[in-house]
Structure formats: C-alpha cells, structure tokens
C-alpha cells in the first residue's frame, strides 16, 4: 500500500466486494473496456470528434509514452489541464498506467500547485503553456528549483522550452514501449487511482485518495441516478478535474453510459449556449452560480434547448425558486441537485420524485450501505428531524486524508465515519435538507476557500495584527470573502493592498478577500475565541443594509 494512505478496513472491503459494488478492476483497465465497446463519438471538443475507440487508442498511445519517460504505477502527476480533449487523454492514459493524477484546478497558482507537488511528491506536472498572460512553464521552473522531485513537464499549446513534452507532440510520435506492456502493468486496485483536493478548512488543502475501486463505483452508481443513456449528451463547463464534472457522475459516468461529452472550456453561458443547441445536449452540469447567470442571460431565449433533460447543479444549496424557474424557462428539464464531496458521498435527488421534494432535499443515497448519521457536538445521533452534523461511511467515501494523521484523528470517528461539517436534516420523505455548515469556509460559487488558509498567509502582512475572514452573502455567488482585520496601530490596510499581497504570494484570484472591514477587536464566543458566527451575521446585516439603501 502507498505510505500515508488509510485503506477501508479488510471486513468492509470484503462486504463491499460481495455486494458488487467493488469490482476489484483497476480503472485503466475498465475504461479500456469501455472505450473498446463503441463506434460511437465519445467526445466533442471544439472541431474535433472522436469516438470510443479512438480515444482508447489514443489514450494507449500516451500511456505507452508515459511509461517511455518512465512514469508508473502510483507515481503521482499534478493536473491542471483546461477542458481540452488532451485532458482527457492525459486522465486517463495516467490510470491506465496507475499513475495518480492530482487534480488542481485551473484557477490555482504557485502558491497551491507548489504545495501539491512537494505534498504529494509528484514527479509530473502538466499544464497548458499561457493562459492569459499567466505562463505556467515559468512557473513550474520556478517551482522545480525548489521542489527538485519534479522531473516531467507536460505542456499544453504553445511551443514548450526545452526540457518540456508537448502533449499535442507526444500525440502525433511513436512511443518506445510496446502496447503490450500496458497489460502487463501490475496495478492494485485497491490503492489510490486519483487523488482529489479538498477545498478543505486547513491551512493548507487536503488530498483525498480515491481508489480504483471506490472511484468506478462513484460514477457508475450516479450515472444511473442521473438517466445517463446511450443517446445522450453532457455539457461540462466547469473544471473538468474538479470531482463533480470527472465522476459524479460527469465524463466517467456518460462514458460508462456510451453517451457523448460535449467540452466547453468557459462557463460563461453566451460560450455553452450554442454548444448546447448545436450537439443537442441532454445534462447539463453547473453549480448553482452559473445556473442562475444562465437564467438570468437575455440570450437564453435566442437557443433551442428542447433537448435538454436533466440539470443538475452541485456544490452549493440550490434554492427551491431557483429549481422552479429552470424548469420554467427550459421546460423540457429536471432540475436535480447534487449534494457531493470529493471525499465521497454523492447523492442526487430522485428523478420521479414530485417538485416539492426535488426542491426541497437532496434525497437519499443512492447505495444502500451509504451509511449516514446526524449528530449533535457531543457526538451523539440527533433525535429524527433536528439538524445534526453529517457523518458518512460508505464503499466510495475516504478512511483518511493523504499523509494527514492529525487532521485524520479529528475528520472521522473511531468508527471510522468522516465527519463532513455539514449540517443536514431528515425531511418526512426520507431524503435530507441541507441546513447549513459549521466548517470554517466560504463557499464562493461552488468553490471553496479556507478561512484558516487566508487568515494564515494575512497575518504575515506588515499591517495586519489579525484577521477572521466570513463568507458574506452575494446574490450570484452564494458567498463571497470578507476580511475582517485588526491592523497594527497607525496603520490602515486597503482591500487593493491586501489582495496585491497575496496574489505576490502566488495564491489562486479566486481566494482573494472581496471586502475589507476594519475592526479594533473581535467578538468572543463564550469559549473566548473569535466568534466568527457573530462576524458573519455582522457582515449579513451591513450587505442586506446596504442593498436596501440601493433600492
Ligand atoms: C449544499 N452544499 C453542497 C449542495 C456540495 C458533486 C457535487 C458537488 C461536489 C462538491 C462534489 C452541495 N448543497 N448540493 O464533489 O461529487 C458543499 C458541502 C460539501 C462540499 C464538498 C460532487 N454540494 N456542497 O462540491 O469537495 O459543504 O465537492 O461538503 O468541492 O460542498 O465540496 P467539494
């Protein structure tokens, strides 16, 4: 077993085998399977089409040049690919080698990307060349001078330096390696395929493993959820790396459907819109922000969006108007929400069930030893209909972080249920309602930011004597990060400041604090700490103040 990794313990694996929810198949080897099986297109990305079993042959093709540079099994590759066809074929050609993927997101910048390599020790990194005027293979030199494990370099576009792989190139040259050595590759099903990051509440964000065995069973059991079939298509224009648009149930799951994914590389619905039209798409997968800007846009009703079936938004509280009024204004739909983690536990609200309920809950997990419990602080079940802490053990969720034993001893019960921070209640149907959190995070339109990591890298600012940051409401983003900071005496840090300070530390835009108050002290929970519930209901009133006064 990889070192730092928590498996499932030997009892439950073996329940979960005899079930058949484990398939005991690696997952490069079952996606060749399935690529294998169909002439049908797979996948649509700009001009390009390609079908099932051209992409396996392209994947084998990459695969064998990964092994050619020496890459293997559990060898760990950081991924911050756009969505891009070449993200497929790099995906999946690391599985089909048992290389781990770590899936950063495009919006990262040194300051994580740095941490994921030295973290995870990765001795790949691929990325696209520019992105803006952002040139990631400078950065990536920058980072190999002080994180010397970091050998590969996998470049999207542009015309790599020297030292680096063009993917587009690798696609078009021979690998050394023969074919046949991909199926000789002894790879453990049982060990991490993927690993996940979590948007977490640390300082620094966690990695979650994702076994071969947990992650197929993840999309085949919410693809099935979801009515994915043969003819059907998915939009994904959202990070692709990110665990809602790769597997829950996302590409894998329409691949393991013999649908077709139709990429966008923007969610800005004006880019999808006619995406969606032209390749008659069927799901579409958005969070909650972007749906409601899609509502919202006059260029909706310029569209054919006949054959769309299914929307599903995940990654934040999808509010029951907001579900009604998709339906409405595409009235060929369902709006399903998803209710997942990286960490595991995906569920997605029933189909055929009536719109009081689809609006209301996220339902029930769909695999029946999804365990879940609601508890109160002590740690003990809250009685039927109080909201209760989530706590879930299950066949796809996580026993513990990567290399994270402290944070392990406080994130899952001696039993060995992970301890989300998520606060839910049991609604009469059965199903959950999502009451609220108590991690310390801000959920900015699906993305999640560490309070702890940006009060962390602020304190280190000359002006900044301390810091509580609080998600503050926004109408479109659900959350956005407010600053609250006790300066040092005389001194009268500016949001512009603050921000320009961490960006000059290499953190992701999206983490940057959107508002700045300045405060002489904080308020104290009756524990004596900062009370950030009292700073968050503070921030609450002076923005709905404010929006009042606007009119
Ligand atoms: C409220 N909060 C939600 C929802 C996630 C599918 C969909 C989303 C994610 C995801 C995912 C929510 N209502 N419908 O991995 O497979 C919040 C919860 C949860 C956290 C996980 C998937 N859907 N959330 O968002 O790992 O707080 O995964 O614990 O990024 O998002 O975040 P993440």
């Known amino acids: 077993m990889l070192e730092g990794f928590t498996p499932i313990p030997p009892d439950f694996a073996a329940r979960y085998r005899a079930k058949g929810y484990w398939l005991d198949r690696p997952m490069g080897e079952y996606f060749r399977d399935v690529f294998r099986r169909s002439d049908r297109v797979a996948v649509v990305a700009g001009a390009e089409r390609v079908t099932y079993r051209q992409l396996g042959e392209r994947i084998d093709h990459l695969a064998r040049h990964l092994l050619d540079h020496g890459l293997g099994p559990l060898d760990r590759v950081v991924v911050q690919l756009p969505n891009r066809i070449e993200f497929i074929y790099l995906y999946f050609a690391l599985l ?8 950063a997101l495009p919006a990262h910048r040194k300051y994580e990307i740095e941490h994921f390599i030295a973290f995870t020790e990765a001795v790949g990194y691929a990325a696209a060349h520019r992105e803006g005027d952002f040139d990631f293979v400078e950065m990536a ?7 010397p494990c970091l050998r590969e370099l996998l470049i999207l576009g542009g015309d790599p330096p020297a ?3 063009s993917l587009r190139e690798l696609m078009k040259t021979s690998p050394r390696t023969p074919a046949s050595a991909l199926d000789a590759l002894a790879i453990d099903p049982n060990e991490p395929a993927v690993f996940q990051l979590s948007g977490g509440t640390t300082g620094v964000p966690k990695v979650i493993p994702r076994t071969h065995n947990d992650y197929i069973l993840n999309c085949v059991g919410s693809a099935a959820q979801n009515d994915m079939r043969e003819d059907d298509s998915l939009l994904v224009c959202l990070p692709i790396g990110h665990n809602f648009p790769l597997a829950s149930p996302g590409i894998q799951g329409m691949f393991v459907r013999g649908g077709r994914v139709v990429l966008a590389d923007s969610a800005r619905p004006r880019d999808f819109l006619p995406l969606i039209e032209k390749e008659r798409v069927t799901h579409l997968e958005f969070t909650p922000t972007v749906l409601i800007r899609l509502l919202h846009d006059e260029a909706l009703g310029k569209y054919d969006l006949s054959s769309v079936r299914v929307v599903n938004t995940g990654g934040q509280r999808l509010q029951p108007e907001t579900s ?4 409405k204004l595409i009235p060929s739909c369902k709006a ?3 209710f997942g983690m990286a960490e595991g536990l995906v569920t997605l609200n029933r189909l055929d069930d009536p719109p009081e309920i689809r609006y209301e809950t996220i339902s029930e997990p769909w695999c029946p030893d999804d365990e ?3 508890l109160d602080d002590a740690g003990r079940e809250v009685p039927p209909g109080e909201v209760g802490e989530l706590a879930v053990r299950g066949p796809y969720t996580l026993r513990g972080y990567f290399r994270a034993p402290e944070v392990n001893a406080r994130s899952f019960t001696h039993d060995g249920f992970y301890l989300t921070g998520d606060l839910l209640r049991r609604h009469p149907s059965g199903g959950f309602v999502v009451e609220g959190r108590k991690k310390d995070l801000i959920n900015r339109g699906g993305e999640k930011i560490s309070a702890e990591e940006i009060e962390n890298m602020l304190l280190g600012h000359p002006a900044v004597r301390d ?3 609080v998600p503050m409401p926004d109408p479109v983003m659900g959350e956005r990060t407010c600053a609250y ?3 040092e005496s005389g001194a009268r840090p500016a949001l512009k400041e603050i921000a320009s300070y961490l960006t000059k530390l290499g953190l992701a835009k999206f983490k940057l604090p959107e508002r700045l108050e300045l405060v002489d002290e904080f308020p104290l929970s009756s524990f004596g700490k900062v009370s950030k519930k009292d700073l968050a209901d503070r921030i609450k009133q002076v923005v709905a103040a404010e929006a009042a006064a606007k009119g």
Do not use: F, Y
């Open 96 to 103: 089909r080698i048992g290389a781990i993927p770590v899936m």
């Open 141 to 147: 030199r920058e980072i190999q001078a002080s994180v």
């Open 163 to 165: 030292g680096c792989h």
């Open 324 to 327: 009604a009024l998709t339906e």
């Open 336 to 338: 399903q929400e998803i």
């Open 372 to 374: 879940i419990r609601l």
């Open 467 to 469: 810091v509580a940051c």
């Open 485 to 487: 900071v006790i300066p």
